[in-house]
């Protein structure tokens, strides 16, 4: 999100596309709207220009955070994914993670344990108990 936020700031357009299993009740993922919001805090300029298109089938632009489309795909063999993908002029930047195991968000549950002794109040998202 915070490598997301921070490339938002030299590119004028934005798309992020999330997937996940097809037995995950919400779309979009908490992920991608945080990540649509830090991106729009980060560079409010970024989707200014509106494009010049009709949507010839409803919601396949996908929803949108603060102008920016969250595209979510529900199929079995996905864990969590997320792709942010930024276009400028003649360039495409994209950021993607995969998380192909929900292994992968153990080091993030060890660490939290280990940090919430220290915690006062409400703490969420990861970024903020990495910088505890």
Do not use: C, W
């Not at 560079?43 to 979510?72: D, F």
């Not at 276009?87 to 080091?107: A, K, N, V, W």
Request: net charge positive; charged share 20%.
């Amino acid at each position: 999100m915070r490598f997301a936020a921070e490339a938002a700031r030299y590119m004028s357009r934005v798309e992020i596309i999330e997937f996940h299993h097809d037995k995950k009740a919400d779309a979009p993922s908490g992920t991608a709207i945080k990540t649509a919001e830090l991106i729009s805090k980060s560079a409010p300029q970024i989707n200014a220009a509106p494009l010049q298109e009709k949507e010839l089938v409803t919601g396949s632009r996908g929803g949108k955070i603060q102008k920016i489309p969250i595209h979510s795909v529900r199929l079995p063999g996905f864990v969590a994914n997320q792709e942010v993908i930024f276009g400028g002029l003649g360039q495409t930047l994209t950021i993607r993670h995969d998380s192909i195991s929900r292994e992968s968000f153990m080091p993030g549950v060890i660490l939290a344990l280990r940090k919430v002794i220290g915690l006062k109040g409400l703490v969420y998202g990861m970024e903020n108990i990495l910088q505890v």
